[in-house]
């Protein structure tokens, strides 16, 4: 079975970029599907940032659309994500999904939570 | 972009009763609609997806129903496990989108 993990810092500045890896195991991401990232800030509901075909193809939240970019990288079997410009709303738990069959997420990473804070 | 709003917020219910949750669209999704439980302190968790498939591993007490813009996910008999955040999501043109979720609690 297909397990992910998010990896990356805990802490950023604001007006900084947010990084974030997701580490695929059990499943090689050249092979196929849809990969996404959702957050949910403390104590609400959660919100889709983007989603990235295994050749590279993006789609993003269009509120978010200015700040972000997802990309894979198949040589590690992961895929990134960059949320550039953060502030203080962009404080979350951030999760990296697998997308199947496109219309749902599958699997779930166990989320990292990012702290926007000087 | 496609707007889903779940009611109640709020569902207050005692074990071995029936959940009836609610997930409307502002526009058709067809059936691609899916929902998910949340557990504090951890990741969502596949339920049902296009409508009315349970994802794999999910016990039968879990159904889903509706399609075009009025959906419906149903506990038929609530066990202690099940009380939680659900959420529905769609996909339409491109874009994903998340209901604000149902909390289910312990009466």
């Known amino acids: 079975q297909v397990q992910l993990q998010e990896s990356g810092p805990g802490l950023v500045k604001p007006s900084e970029t947010l990084s974030l890896t997701c580490a695929v195991s059990?499943?090689?991401?050249?092979?196929?599907?849809?990969w996404g990232w959702i957050r949910q800030p403390p104590g609400k509901g959660l919100e889709w940032i983007g989603s990235?075909?295994?050749?590279?193809?993006?789609y993003y939240n269009p509120s978010l659309k200015s700040r972000v970019t997802i990309s894979v990288d198949t040589s590690k079997n992961q895929f990134s994500l960059k949320l550039s410009s953060v502030t203080a709303a962009d404080t979350a738990v951030y999760y990296c999904?697998?997308?199947?069959?496109?219309?749902?997420?599958?699997?779930w990473g166990q989320g990292t939570l990012v702290t926007v804070s000087s | 972009e496609i707007v889903l709003t779940q009611s109640p917020a709020t569902l207050s219910l005692s074990p071995g009763e029936r959940a009836t949750l609610s997930c409307r669209a502002s526009?058709?999704?067809?059936?691609?609609l899916a929902w998910y439980q949340q557990k504090p302190g951890q990741a969502p968790r596949l339920l049902i997806y296009?409508?009315?498939n349970r994802a794999t591993g999910i016990p039968a007490r879990f159904s889903g129903s509706g399609s075009g813009t009025d959906f419906t996910l149903t506990i038929s008999s609530l066990e202690p496990e099940d009380f939680a955040v659900y959420y529905c999501?769609?996909?339409?043109?491109?874009?994903?989108?998340f209901g604000q979720g149902t909390k289910v609690e312990i009466k």
């Open positions: 296009d409508a009315s």
């Open positions: 999501q769609q996909r339409s043109n491109w874009s994903w989108t």
């Open positions: 526009q058709s999704v067809s059936s691609y």
């Open positions: 999904a697998i997308q199947l069959w496109l219309h749902h997420f599958d699997y």
């Open positions: 059990g499943y090689s991401i050249s092979s196929g599907y849809y």
């Open positions: 990235i075909y295994h050749s590279g193809s993006t």
